[in-house]
Every structure is written in C-alpha cells, then in structure tokens.
C-alpha cells in the first residue's frame, strides 16, 4: 500500500501552507537572532571606542533599516511578511517583560518620594500632549490632506508616549538621582495613559462624528479610573504571589525554577487579566513587578534572588533588541501600505515639541510647593523637555492602526508613516545631540561613565571630583546620585535626608503591619526598622524639649513682663510723689514771694 496521500484529498494542500508558515517563522527567527548578535557586537565595539553619541536605539533601528533596504532589493519576499512586527506579538510577547523587569528593578525609593511628579508629568503630561498634538495636526493637516478630528486625536494619543532609554543611556553615572528618575517614571507610566486614550479614541469608530466637551471629560475620567483599577489588579496580583511564596515551600533542587516559573506566570497573569476587564496590562504588571521586589523578594532561596533579576533583565533586553530592529525595518517592510509625506513629518515634530512644555508648566507649579534647595532647576527641566524621544508604544501603536478596519486607507498610511519617521527622527536627532545638551548645560563634564539603563545601578568608577559615595556626598536639593552600591539596601536611604520624615513612618507602619503577612522581614530589614524608630524617637524627644524650652521662655517672659508693669506702677507712684514735693515746694516759694511784698 502506498502511504501517500491522494492529490483530490486536499490534505497536501494543507501540509504545504502549513510547511510554507514554518519555513518562514524560520526565516524570521534566524534573520532577528542573527542581527540581535550582531547588534550587541557592535554596540560593544563602540563602546570600546568610548563613541557615545549614537545610543542602542538609534543603533537597532539603523541596522534594521539597512536589512530592510537589503531585504526589498533581492524581493525574496515580495510582501516583507517575514520582516512586519504583527502588534499582538509585540502586545502578548515583547512588551511585558520590558514593563515587568522595568517595576521589578526599580529604585522604589527614589520613585515613591517624587510619585506625585511623576503621576502628574505621566498622567496630566500625556493628556495635554495629545490634545495639544491633536489641535495643532488638525489644522497643519488642512494644508496637505485634511484629517478629521477624530483621526487627529488618534495621532495624538498614539505618539504621546515617550520612550526615552536612548537619553538615560546617554547620561552620565553621577547624574541627579531626581532627575534621572523623573524621566524613566514619566516614560514608563505614560505609555499605558497614551493606550488608554488610543483606545477610547478609536472606539469612536466614526471619524466623521463630532466631538463635544462631555466626550473630553469622559476621556480623562475613564483613563483616570483604567489607571487606578490596573494598578490595583498589579498590587493584588503581587500580594497573592507574595502569600504563597511565603508559605509554599519545596524541594532545595526545585526551589529556583519553582519560584522564577511562579513569579513569571503571576506577573503574565496580570497583565492579561487587566487587559480581559478592559484595563491595561502596562500598569498592572509594572505594579506587580514592584510589588514583587518589594514583598516577595525576601520569600525567595538564595539562588532565585542571585540569578532572577540577571535572567529577567537578559529578556528584557533581547525584547528591547527585537522592537528597536523592527522599528528599522518597519521603514520599508510594510510596502505600499505607509504614506511618507514630509510635510506631515515636519509639522508632527513641531507639535510634539510644542507638546511637550508640558514639564515646564507642571515642574512650575510644583516648584511653588518646594523649598528653595528641593526645586527642580530649569536646566533639568530643559532636560526633560529635550527627551522626549518616541519609541516602542508609538510604532506598535501606530501598526495597530494600521489594521484598523474603520478609518481610511491613505489617512491611516499616512498616521502610520508620519509615526514611524517622527520615532526614528527624535531617536536619531534628539538621541545624537543629547551628549551636547548635557554638556551646553553642564550636566556633563569630560569623558565619563554613562548611566545605562534606567533600572540597572551602574558602575562605581567614578573618581576625583566626580566619585559619589553614597549617603555622603549629594547633589543639589538633597539628592543622591544615580551612582551607588549594588548591595546597598535601598529602603535605608531613608535615613540619609531628614526631609523624608512621611517615608520613614510609611516604611515603620509597612514593616509592622503589612510585610509581616506577606514577607519576612531580613536583618537588614529589621535593622533598617530600628534605626527609623531611633530616629523618630530622637525627633520626637527633640521637639519636645523644643516645647518644653519654648513653654519656659514664655513663662520667664511673662514673670518679666508681671516684674516690669509693678516697677512700672513704683515708678509712677515715685513720680506722682515727687510731683507732689514739686507742687509744695512752688506754693511755699509763692508764700515767701507774697510776705517779701
């Protein structure tokens, strides 16, 4: 008998679609390993060359942009399936890891003591950004193809988030801790703000309908309340993990897979139930990713806590790599498809300039509530204005759109062009003169070690006039540097500002009423502990005494006052006596003057 199949069966047919789709997973997979090696030698070579003016970013997206060029010159495929960035791939595979490790290695402190900034500049940043965006690139784009207002909001919300690793990996290692931090904590929360509000806007489904004032004050109140239920869904699911970790425990050989499995399954989990109740992923596993650091980390064996942020900081990275090639490649890839027009190019990188004095209005107002040597200097709010490069949300953004099946074909070619080429221009501009900016406002001084990323502590190597030790030496305004040692514990930089008494009585009550149930409290932690209970004891009994110094100068004042008003009431009495004596003294002179007559 022969095994073959007939030809009328259909089943070949199937075999060879199915061989077909292999064959070019393949393809692919081999093609962006292949330029991910690549990449990071040449990265590393440039370092060597201390070349710090083109960052990792700009250097994926050139090298993508090149294979792309190679890639459609030899048309192996005429369609570039193989080198397009589906967006539920990057949605459900390359986005949590980086949001995730980005929470998980986070400089808690630093984030929790300037939260109300970063909300602000995230939160408030992100919705003046797209309406400012939206209403300029409506009118600019009556000039060359009219755009409804409904699809200008959708450009504007879709390239209102920021990704500014190219800058952070630019900046030097003894940059302002605040500073540092008020960039990554605004790139890293906005991104879910400018989802929230592409997805409220496209769900308009019309681009011919009008819009009115109440739709506006739905749009910030629903991306309000999609904010704090993710955030919620990320803590709880953080919690739960911290809880079992707690009490679960198994076999030595087993522990680290056991509990890396355990953290990575709960930290997915998150983001997808957030996105199944029509929340968002990106904030909910940043959440957890802190909440794991910050409760489970202690749960877990020695080698799961030496080996796990290493592993999960290696996917991130190999995730960042894939969506910075893609971005490269994404110039040409998507064919006939994407509509360049310069003229939208150039006005959308007016608009997102203009857009983003943002930081100079919210940092101002925020400054009126500081002291004088905690406000945050222009020349950093420069900065900030200055980096607000686009990036990895925007470009998926900006494919999603692109399968949109409700708007225009040309005005989405259009939005998806005018997306891909204002992330590649701030990337490559922005990113290529921010060694220039640190210097012109001398945030950078010779050659020195760059920063890194955003949430990995860099190298110690700093010395002379530069060396930071931690809990020494200090910026302006009371802020360590970004530069500090690995090992250590970040919660007891709470003892090194007197300007953080609420912090340290958070910490006291987390550490008495919350991490008991869910975490073990280490050495450290408990000498941390001791010495915040020290400190506010030495703060109470000094206040105090104040009072008490305070009470007895004013009793010593009033007994001064009680001794003043009776020498007063003698003097007087003396002086109405002596008057008296003067009185008779005039009527006797009187008499003698009246007898000599």
């Not at 070349?51 to 030899?74: K, N, P, Q, R």
């Not at 009585?505 to 008495?512: E, G, I, N, P, V």
């Not at 010495?531 to 009033?558: C, D, F, P, Y």
Request: net charge negative.
């Amino acid at each position: 008998m022969s095994n073959h199949t007939a030809p009328g069966d259909g089943l070949p047919n199937g075999h060879d679609n199915s061989d077909e789709e292999t064959h070019q997973l393949f393809i692919r997979a081999v093609l962006m390993l292949t330029l991910i090696a690549v990449a990071m030698n040449l990265n590393a070579f440039l370092h060597r060359k201390h070349f710090h003016y083109l960052g990792e970013s700009a250097l994926y997206i050139l090298l993508g942009l090149l294979v792309a060029m190679g890639w459609t010159a030899i048309s192996y495929d005429e369609q570039n399936k193989a080198i397009q960035l589906s967006s539920k791939f990057f949605y459900m595979v390359l986005l949590p890891p980086i949001i995730f490790e980005g929470g998980f290695a986070l400089q808690r402190v630093s984030f929790f003591q300037n939260v109300l900034t970063i909300v602000s500049l995230a939160f408030i940043g992100a919705l003046y950004s797209t309406f400012v965006t939206s209403i300029l690139m409506y009118f600019f784009s009556k000039l060359i193809t009219p755009w409804s207002f409904v699809e200008s909001l959708v450009f504007g919300s879709l390239i209102s988030s920021t990704d500014p690793v190219t800058v952070l990996s630019l900046l030097p290692a003894n940059v302002d801790k605040r500073l540092y931090m008020l960039i990554f904590g605004e790139s890293a929360l906005n991104d879910a703000v400018s989802i929230i509000l592409y997805r409220f806007f496209t769900e308009i489904a019309d681009p011919k309908m009008r819009l009115s004032a109440g739709t506006f004050i739905v749009s910030v109140l629903a991306s309000a309340g999609v904010f704090l239920g993710s955030l919620v869904i990320g803590v709880l699911f953080g919690l739960a993990l911290a809880k079992i970790t707690k009490h679960v425990k198994v076999d030595e050989k087993e522990e680290a897979t056991y509990e890396m499995a355990m953290i990575l399954i709960c930290a997915y989990t998150s983001y997808l139930v957030a996105d199944l109740l029509s929340l968002t992923g990106i904030i909910s596993i940043f959440f957890t990713g802190i909440t794991v650091a910050h409760y489970v980390l202690n749960n877990l064996g020695e080698s799961t806590r030496a080996n796990f942020k290493s592993t999960l900081r290696m996917i991130a990275f190999m995730c960042e790599c894939f969506i910075f090639l893609y971005l490269g490649l994404g110039l040409l890839s998507f064919g006939n498809q994407t509509v360049y027009q310069p003229m939208l190019v150039f006005f959308a990188c007016v608009s997102i300039l203009i857009s983003r004095t943002h930081v100079f209005i919210i940092l101002g107002f925020s400054n009126f509530a500081r002291t004088a040597e905690d406000i945050v200097p222009f020349k950093h709010q420069l900065l900030m204005w200055f980096s607000g490069l686009r990036g990895a949300v925007a470009f998926a953004l900006g494919v999603t759109f692109l399968e949109h099946p409700i708007f225009d074909a040309t005005i989405k070619g259009q939005i998806f062009g005018t997306t891909v080429m204002v992330v590649v221009l701030t990337v490559l501009v922005l990113g290529g003169f921010t060694p220039y900016m640190l210097k012109w406002l001398g945030l950078a001084t010779g050659e020195e070690e760059k920063a890194g990323h955003p949430t990995v502590a860099p190298p110690t190597t700093n010395t002379g006039e530069n060396a930071i030790v931690p809990g020494q030496q200090q910026q302006p305004g009371g802020y360590e540097t970004i530069e500090e040692l690995p090992e250590l514990d970040e919660e007891a930089q709470i003892l090194h500002s007197n300007k953080s008494p609420f912090f340290a009585w958070l910490y006291q009550f987390d550490a008495k009423y919350i991490r008991p149930h869910f975490t073990t409290l280490t050495e450290a932690n408990k000498q941390t502990l001791n010495q915040i209970q020290t400190a506010r004891q030495i703060r109470a009994a000094s206040r105090q005494e104040s009072m008490l110094s305070m009470r007895g100068r004013a009793k010593s004042n009033e007994n001064v006052e009680g001794d003043k008003m009776e020498l007063l009431k003698t003097n007087r009495n003396d002086d109405a006596v002596l008057h008296a004596v003067d009185l008779d003294d005039e009527n006797e002179m009187q008499e003698v003057k009246g007898d000599a007559m």
